[in-house]
Nanobody, 115 residues
Framework: QVQFVESGGGLVQSGGSLRLSCLAS????????MGWYRQAPGKQRELVAG???????NYADSVKGRFTISRDNAKNTVYLQMNGLKPEDTGVYYC?????????WGQGTQVTVSS
């Protein structure tokens, strides 16, 4: 059984930074592409950043140059470093496989950016 536990969210002022972490259970983490997803109020969940099982990354246009995804396979953890936060980055952030698997959505972590 795979489980993802997200942490690191919070309330931050515009221009601030946060670092999100996602701890994954299960032995397949190190061989799986992963993604950070965001669901803003009233909007559908969207992919924010993705990372291959190696080091290849990709980002939504809205976060390029501000967010950095990374992973530590020894710790079964994927990170999202978020700099230059904007109010439009507000939402619940989730990690999951890429592409996502429906049954593995966790609780997410809330990020709120005040203007």
């Amino acid at each position: 059984q795979v489980q993802f536990v997200e942490s690191g969210g919070g309330l931050v002022q515009s221009g601030g930074s946060l670092r999100l972490s996602c701890l994954a259970s299960g032995s397949i983490f190190s061989i799986s592409a992963m993604g950070w997803y965001r669901q803003a109020p009233g909007k559908q969940r969207e992919l924010v950043a993705g990372i291959s099982r190696g080091t290849s990354t990709n980002y939504a246009d809205s976060v390029k140059g501000r967010f950095t995804i990374s992973r530590d396979n020894a710790k079964n953890t994927v990170y999202l470093q978020m700099n230059g936060l904007k109010p439009e980055d507000t939402g619940v952030y989730y990690c999951n496989f890429r592409p996502p698997v429906y049954n593995y959505w966790g609780q997410g972590t809330q990020v709120t950016v005040s203007s």
